[in-house]
């Protein structure tokens, strides 16, 4: 392609609202475009590089044994009733009306479309296993769409599905899509982590995230350096204190604390480490109809973070029916005191408990009465829980649940997730299939989704200067840049046409730019673009002589064309 004819606008400024290096590149470098608020287009060059994306994993899926196909983005609504999801799935969900006020949703996710069409078409144990795949525009109302394709309201997803027998044939469907997904993201370039991951709103099992390693992800990962635990701070499980099993319980004991809200202020205040103290949290649940449905009370010790994905998996409700309660209004029905909330005497509400604090003796708690707190407040004699489960968030140092070692974070972006369904859909949708005996059995599934175009911000967020973009050849939209310094020049643009013309027939992707630019335009717009290697011809083309640099290194060097050409070549099959 040449650049003179390209539809290509780079800019020089972004909007402010781009703050991380991969936004204001695919920004600057034209590559995408916003419509509105999470809602962007492609222009050529990013158009390309998606197209790279999606052959990487067609080829590995393919490669599986998964099928292509594609289903449609608008989706009934009876089909969610079905799963339940249609409440479930909440705000997020894209919803809409036809002219007859029939609900539909444009497919945020395709659990319910795939089991339709497999229990239509499956009958009998013959035709399992199958895996099936779609390359598809997806639609999520999100609350915070931000950093341009990363967490966009409309993206490209590849969603899989696999439908087996048994939990047997369901393991190695995993483990297939688990190594294809390796095999993608290490071809896309990525230094990534799969780490065990919560399994949201998807539901099933077990699951797995690919993450690829960025300060600037959303997702947070626990991993540790002596074992091979790694998962998402929202998954990893935390070992509890040690229970002070020998320790006596001392009576009860109300200290004036005033002013002491936080458990800082109340530690600090009373002379005692933070893990001597329960802090409290306080909820408002919502029914399906969006109405209040009662409070919930959660405690983990003082010196602990609540995790909300425990406490919501913990109600079994989904993340939006819950949100922080209004205290005062909490305060009428249940007893307690913002602030000073402890959970002894608590009345109407659901108590949720920490695991570790049963063992724990002896803590401070707030009194439920302002400016007031408990001393000496025991698990069993002075409050209980409803419910008691792991609730907190596995911190830096914390010890690893599998070896004890002190636990690291890392940041990372979600590329890709893996789930072990189960027959969570295949029950709710009564999805069978006749066994050898003619018995009917549930479809056991998987289901199996990378973010095509947030894998293209990542993979640009881990490759890049200060300059631009430095793709992989993999991903590159095209592989080399030619430059030609002076179109004008007769000499050179015949060298510059002769290196462009010479590298396509070798099956090698071009650009020519014989823009009639200034040099330094071209040279700057050239490192923007990140295309990985760049030949220059300028002053001694006549001789035959080019410039040859590769974008991720420093050094440039002077060879023949014909050298030049046999290295480019060389180097893109290599990588491509
Ligand atoms: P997140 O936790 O980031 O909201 P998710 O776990 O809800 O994502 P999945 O349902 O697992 O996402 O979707 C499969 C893949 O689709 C994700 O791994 C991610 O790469 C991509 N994806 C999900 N939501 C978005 C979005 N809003 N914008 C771009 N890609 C997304
Ligand atoms: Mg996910």
């Not at 197209?51 to 009934?76: C, F, N, T, W, Y």
């Not at 409290?280 to 209040?292: I, M, P, R, S």
């Not at 994905?309 to 922080?324: G, M, Q, S, W």
């Not at 939209?477 to 590298?503: C, F, G, R, S």
Request: charged fraction near 30%; proline fraction near 4%.
């Amino acid at each position: 392609m040449k650049l003179s004819q390209m539809h290509l606008k780079t800019l020089r400024e972004v909007p402010n609202e781009a703050e991380i290096a991969s936004h204001i590149l695919l920004l600057r470098t034209g590559m995408i475009r916003k419509l509105v608020s999470g809602v962007y287009g492609f222009m050529p060059l990013g158009w390309r590089s998606v197209r790279k994306i999606e052959e990487i994993i067609r080829q590995e899926m393919d490669a599986k044994g998964a099928q292509e196909i594609l289903m449609s983005a608008v989706q009934p609504a009876e089909l969610w009733q079905e799963s339940g999801r249609w409440y479930a799935y909440g705000p997020e969900m894209w919803r809409v009306k036809d002219r007859n006020g029939r609900d539909f949703c444009l497919g945020p996710t395709h659990e319910e479309v795939f089991t339709d069409i497999i229990r239509n078409d499956v009958t009998s144990h013959r035709q399992l296993p199958l895996n099936l795949y779609q390359i598809q525009t997806k639609y999520r109302d999100e609350a915070r769409p931000r950093f341009g394709l990363m967490r966009s309201r409309e993206f490209i997803m590849k969603d899989a599905y696999s439908f087996d027998k048994d939990y047997e044939g369901l393991d190695k469907s995993y483990q297939d899509m688990y190594d294809a997904y390796e095999r993608v993201f290490t071809r896309c370039g990525l230094t990534f982590r799969p780490v065990e991951a919560d399994t949201g709103a998807i539901g099933g099992s077990n699951s797995h995230e690919f993450t690829a390693l960025s300060e600037v992800g959303e997702s947070e990962i626990a991993y540790c350096e002596k074992c091979s635990m790694a998962a998402t701070t929202e998954r990893a499980e935390c070992v509890d204190a040690p229970a002070q099993d020998d320790v006596e319980m001392l009576p009860m004991e109300e200290v004036h604390t005033p002013g002491t809200k936080t458990i800082e202020e109340v530690a600090n205040f009373l002379g005692l480490d933070q893990t001597q103290t329960i802090k409290a949290l306080l909820f408002v649940t919502y029914n399906e109809e969006g109405k209040e449905n009662g409070y919930v009370a959660a405690f983990v010790r003082g010196d602990r973070e609540l995790n909300m994905t425990k406490l919501v998996n913990a109600l079994n409700i989904p993340e939006h029916a819950i949100e922080f309660a209004d205290e005062a209004k909490m305060g009428e029905v249940c007893g307690c005191v913002g602030g000073f909330t402890g959970p002894q005497g608590l009345h109407d509400c659901k108590i949720v408990v920490d695991s570790e604090l049963p063992g724990l003796k002896n803590l401070v708690a707030g009194a439920n009465k302002t400016d007031h707190h408990v001393k000496n407040v025991n698990y069993g004699r002075d409050y209980k829980g409803d419910i008691v489960t792991d609730l907190k968030t596995l911190k830096v140092g914390d010890p690893c649940p599998v070896c004890g070692a002190p636990v690291k974070h890392a940041r990372g972006i979600e590329v890709g997730q893996v789930f072990k369904l189960g027959t969570k859909y295949s029950s709710a949708m009564n999805a069978t299939y006749k066994d050898e005996n003619q018995q009917d059995q549930l479809i056991v599934m998987g289901c199996y989704g990378i973010g095509v175009t947030r894998t293209l911000s990542a993979i640009v967020e881990q490759h890049h200067d200060e300059d631009g973009i430095i793709w992989p050849m993999s991903v590159a939209p095209y592989h080399v840049i030619v430059t030609l310094v002076k179109p004008e020049d007769e000499e050179q643009a015949a060298v510059a046409e002769n290196i462009y013309k010479t590298l396509q027939s070798a099956g090698v992707e071009v650009l020519l730019d014989d823009r009639k630019e200034r040099p330094g335009v071209k040279f700057k717009d050239a490192d923007l673009l990140g295309i990985p290697v760049r030949i220059t011809v300028g002053k001694r083309a006549p001789e035959g002589i080019v410039e040859y640099k590769l974008r991720r290194d420093a050094e440039k060097s002077e060879k023949s064309v014909e050298e030049a050409i046999k290295d480019a070549i060389a180097i893109v099959n290599a990588e491509k």
